[in-house]
């Protein structure tokens, strides 16, 4: 029998009660997702930049992202008879391609966020796929509650709540992340879970951003929150996807190489500090030429270098032209283990947090 109680999404059943995180470009992909799954737990492919398009001409972009991402979910689907689901943000140009090429392929969750999925539940074709939006804020769950109500006559299957301490792009003011002035992940966990909880039958509420240790997982859910979401500490799994150099930079990172930029697409973004780091802080330019826009959001003539080339370096472990995004927590990484493992250590972990607070 399980120490942890089950996170229960419609009619999927997780346990322990832990999504990974997707993380991209090319970070988390079918070698991590299923290993996940395979110990009970959510996993899920980053669907950005996954069809290594930059190797490809423009008129071929939609196409070769959309095959990538078929490719990575019937490997996981070969690999795991567990849950698998998809990260697709709103924020990609080919958002909804994306997004129906994971339900055509039978995904069992879809979670959204880098932008408010207002019309998320129009994809999904009648499949029963669980819809997860990404929120940093009450009024946005509110909005898209509402939206999805009055539009499709849907709530979201579950809500993902992500704080500040999340590695990556992250959805708050980039002076309010450097200012350490935003609102803590448990008080946003506080103010939604009321407003989850008014709904028939109740919103699932995950909490993600900083969550590294069983006894962070035992905090939340007797705070209310139904389960968690985790991605830095897997990147520290043999099974992720990345290259070796990338989960070496978790290792070396140090508590004051965790540093907030301001990512070209409008969005502070969370990375381990090198030297490539240092160069775009202090006004370097990297000149490329945009044949695709895989961003919304992107201003070519203006960003100082390519996300999508330089996360794309990352993955392949070129950190000499690229950095490594992660969570606040990343210095604490020690060891490269199995995921077999680390869901041993993080229940182990759980088990003594809650014995200690009984």
């Known amino acids: 029998m399980s120490v942890f109680p089950s996170l229960k999404i419609g009619n999927l059943e997780i346990n322990p009660p832990i999504i990974q995180g997707g993380m991209g470009v090319r970070v988390s992909l079918a070698n991590l997702a299923s290993a996940v799954a395979n110990e009970g737990c959510a996993g899920v492919i980053a669907t950005a930049g996954i069809g290594r398009f930059l190797d490809f001409p423009n008129s071929e972009f939609i196409e070769v992202n959309k095959e990538g991402l078929r490719y990575e979910i019937r490997k996981a689907r070969k690999q795991s008879n567990g849950i698998i689901g998809v990260n697709v943000m709103v924020a990609l140009s080919d958002y909804p391609n994306l997004v129906q090429t994971a339900v055509e392929e039978n995904i069992d969750l879809v979670i959204s966020g880098a932008g408010l999925p207002l019309d998320l539940p129009q994809y999904d074709q009648g499949k029963n796929v669980k819809l997860i939006p990404v929120v940093s804020s009450a009024r946005a769950f509110k909005i898209i509650c509402s939206k999805w109500q009055k539009r499709y006559n849907r709530l979201p299957d579950a809500v993902l709540v992500e704080g500040a301490k999340a590695g990556g792009h992250l959805g708050f003011h980039y002076d309010e992340v450097v200012n350490n002035t935003t609102a803590s992940l448990e008080e946003i966990v506080r103010e939604i879970i009321p407003v989850?909880?008014?709904?028939?039958?109740?919103?699932?509420?995950?909490?993600?951003?900083?969550?590294?240790?069983?006894?962070?997982?035992?905090?939340?859910?007797?705070?209310?929150?139904?389960?968690?979401?985790?991605?830095?500490?897997?990147?520290?799994?043999?099974?992720?996807?990345?290259?070796?150099?990338?989960?070496?930079?978790?290792?070396?990172?140090?508590?004051?190489?965790?540093?907030?930029?301001?990512?070209?697409?409008?969005?502070?973004?969370?990375?381990?500090?090198?030297?490539?780091?240092?160069?775009?802080?202090?006004?370097?330019?990297?000149?490329?030429?945009?044949?695709?826009?895989?961003?919304?959001?992107?201003?070519?003539?203006?960003?100082?270098?390519?996300?999508?080339?330089?996360?794309?370096?990352?993955?392949?472990?070129?950190?000499?032209?690229?950095?490594?995004?992660?969570?606040?927590?990343?210095?604490?990484?020690?060891e490269i283990v199995t995921v077999k493992t680390l869901i041993k250590q993080l229940t182990k972990e759980y088990e003594i947090a809650t014995n200690h607070s009984c």
């Open 196 to 334: 989850a909880n008014s709904f028939t039958p109740k919103i699932p509420v995950i909490a993600a951003g900083g969550i590294f240790d069983g006894k962070d997982i035992d905090y939340f859910l007797k705070m209310g929150a139904s389960g968690v979401q985790m991605a830095t500490r897997f990147v520290c799994t043999d099974e992720c996807d990345v290259h070796d150099n990338f989960k070496q930079a978790y290792l070396n990172a140090t508590k004051e190489d965790v540093v907030i930029i301001k990512s070209p697409v409008g969005l502070p973004g969370k990375v381990i500090r090198n030297d490539f780091v240092d160069r775009i802080m202090g006004g370097e330019r990297v000149p490329y030429h945009c044949r695709f826009k895989c961003l919304r959001s992107c201003n070519s003539k203006e960003a100082p270098y390519c996300i999508a080339e330089v996360l794309a370096n990352a993955a392949d472990g070129k950190l000499d032209k690229s950095f490594a995004f992660a969570g606040s927590n990343v210095y604490r990484c020690n």
